[in-house]
């Protein structure tokens, strides 16, 4: 089978796609070219390019997604009301989603020591640092010195608690067009992973601006197809899901078997398009999503999960059509669609705002769109942007 990380050449006809893309590392050749419009990305071909690969940025991904998802299961299958906090803004925050951020920091600096480290995350140690976290900070310390100690592949000192707050705070960058960033969502989901159902731990990589690679640890979506209604992995080993720019996405589970490539629901007719949205109401307009879904004559009803989870369940095809449209006021943070995004674009899928512009996540922290979010294949889109903006010119999305 192929692997991933054998996806070194890029034909002639993408070429102009990826110079548009412009990662950082990308040096064509300087030999003319003679480009074919008939060639597609993976052919084999008389005239191709040499790409930069970020074989090594995605195989430390992998492994630092895989080892926070460890850490993400011990704590879910215990856990206890006092791991779990509320941010200023009210949303939960637990044990999990710190230490899981302190893990992927750690793994990608002691994988990757010779690159430069800039890491946009969710989390901080602000509400860590205050007297009374005291006894989480020390949870947190411990299961991640657990983690690590358990896993056996790094002989280092455990880590303090001030350690432990100098890690969590590597991820404070604002990240941006310049340069490369990574982008964690440590644990994007938290409803979900408090009611045990999905979650997804998030992480993306930024080249001067652009997603270049991406992986999606979902440690409680099963192998099989959702759509079924079984959302959760009877084996709880879960999934892994992981693409790298101009080669392809593949699916694994995550105790590293089981690789295969995948792809995007083919479907051209809408009525046999199911679709997924947010599980929570306040997340994503379920009654917007609804008007869109009767317009296009969608017949199934909508698979209601949480997290990036949905992007990599519609990247195998599981479902065709993501739709994501938040109170009205609402700013998206790039750490929530980074990873799925490059899950989706490699996998043959298509990513959007409500006016049908592409994601732009080199701006810094937060995604600069209209209104909403929407996903689905190349066939179907153009009908789905004009349910979309007709549905929009119907109902306003109520404000925060």
């Not at 200023?88 to 020591?113: H, I, R």
């Not at 100690?149 to 705070?169: C, F, M, R, W």
């Amino acid at each position: 089978m192929a692997s991933s990380s054998s996806c070194i050449t890029i034909t002639a006809l993408t070429l102009t796609r990826l110079v548009h893309r412009t990662p950082s590392k990308f040096k064509p050749n300087p030999r003319p070219l003679l480009l074919s419009t008939q060639l597609p990305i993976k052919s084999s071909v008389h005239s191709s390019v040499a790409m930069s690969s970020y074989d090594k940025q995605l195989t430390a991904a992998k492994k630092a997604a895989s080892l926070a998802a460890r850490l993400c299961q011990n704590v879910q299958k215990g856990l206890l009301q006092s791991d779990v906090h509320s941010k200023s803004d009210k949303s939960p925050v637990t044990v999990a989603d710190y230490g899981s951020q302190v893990l992927v920091s750690f793994v990608l600096q002691k994988e990757l020591p010779d690159h430069t480290f800039s890491l946009v995350a969710e989390e901080d140690s602000g509400d860590l640092r205050k007297e009374e976290s005291q006894e989480t900070l020390e949870r947190i310390t411990k299961l991640v010195n657990d983690t690590i100690a358990n896993d056996g592949s790094y002989k280092v000192s455990p880590l303090s608690e001030n350690d432990v707050l100098t890690i969590i705070d590597k991820g404070m960058s604002e990240g941006g067009s310049n340069g490369q960033h990574w982008v964690l969502d440590p644990i994007d989901g938290t409803k979900g992973f408090l009611r045990g159902d999905q979650y997804a731990i998030a992480l993306g990589m930024l080249d001067e601006g652009k997603v270049v690679l991406g992986v999606l640890a979902c440690p409680n979506l099963p192998l099989e197809s959702i759509t079924s209604g079984n959302q959760n992995a009877a084996n709880k080993a879960g999934c892994l899901f992981s693409a790298q720019l101009a080669c392809g996405t593949y699916m694994e589970s995550l105790d590293g078997s089981q690789n295969v490539k995948v792809h995007v629901s083919n479907t051209e007719n809408p009525e046999e398009a199911s679709f997924f949205e947010s599980y929570e109401a306040a997340h994503s307009s379920h009654s917007l999503s609804g008007s869109i879904a009767k317009k296009l004559g969608v017949k199934a009803a909508p698979v209601r999960i949480d997290s990036q989870a949905k992007y990599g369940a519609l990247a195998r095809g599981d479902g065709a059509i993501y739709l994501r449209f938040p109170n009205k006021g609402y700013r998206e943070k790039i750490w929530d669609h980074a990873a799925g995004y490059i899950v989706v674009a490699e996998a043959g899928g298509v990513a959007t705002d409500a006016a049908g512009k592409p994601l732009d996540f080199s701006k810094g922290r937060y995604l600069d769109l209209d209104t909403g979010i929407v996903v689905t294949n190349r066939k179907l889109m153009p009908a789905l942007l004009k349910a979309v903006q007709d549905s929009l010119r119907e109902e306003v999305l109520p404000s925060l």
